[in-house]
């Protein structure tokens, strides 16, 4: 508690500081730091969790997103005989697949950006060893990383799960990879 006392000069005050009230000033300003420490760590791990649910968010879209162009191109193929639709430059649709592929998001930029393109046939780089497990693919969804108005920004992390969630589902092993210069593809096989 603060006190004002006469000085020696005339008129003047001077503060002094009451040593019976200094304990528990102290103990109130360690009790606020304390708290002020409690509260930074809990903002720091909430933001940490919200980064990490964003990340897997925009990874589950990129499946959902692959999943059903993958259809698409299937269906495509089942109602042309086997055939596939021939390659497209990134972000335009193929030839015939307007209406299966619609409006929506292949012309626009992925979760992670980059371009969809359709390349058909697969490069052999781009096979499993061994021919994999759904026999030779209709072609490939591929992400293209140079894009100017969307540039891809996809780290090994999203790779991975991404990898992983294609992995965990019904489809056959290793469809999900990358392709040239690490860019990411997903292979089309034909129906069962």
């Known amino acids: 508690m603060w006190v004002l006392s006469e000085s020696r000069e005339p008129g003047l005050y001077r503060r002094r500081f009451s040593s019976l009230h200094s304990g528990a000033a102290g103990f109130g300003l360690v009790i606020l730091l304390l708290s002020l420490v409690i509260v930074a760590c809990v903002v720091i791990l909430s933001v940490r969790e919200v980064h990490s649910v964003r990340e897997r968010s925009r990874c589950e879209a ?4 692959l999943t059903a162009f993958e259809q698409a191109f ?14 497209a430059l990134p972000g335009q649709i193929p030839a015939g697949m ?3 592929l619609g409006e929506g998001g292949w012309r ?3 979760p992670f950006g980059g371009h969809y393109r359709w390349i058909s046939p697969c ?3 781009w ?3 061994g021919g994999g497990q759904g026999g030779m693919p209709l072609g490939a969804i591929a992400l293209t990383a140079f894009a100017p108005d969307a540039p891809l920004s996809m780290d090994q992390g999203h790779f991975a799960e991404i990898q992983e969630q294609f992995e965990l589902s019904s ?5 999900f990879r990358s392709g040239f210069n690490g860019w990411p593809i997903l292979l089309v096989y034909p129906r069962p």
């Open 62 to 65: 990129l499946v959902r997103e």
């Open 74 to 87: 299937q269906l495509y193929a089942d109602q042309k005989r086997g055939v596939a639709p021939a390659s």
């Open 98 to 100: 307007d209406r299966l």
């Open 108 to 110: 626009q930029a992925s």
């Open 123 to 125: 490069p052999e780089a």
């Open 127 to 129: 096979l499993p060893k």
């Open 171 to 175: 489809r056959p092993k290793g469809k």
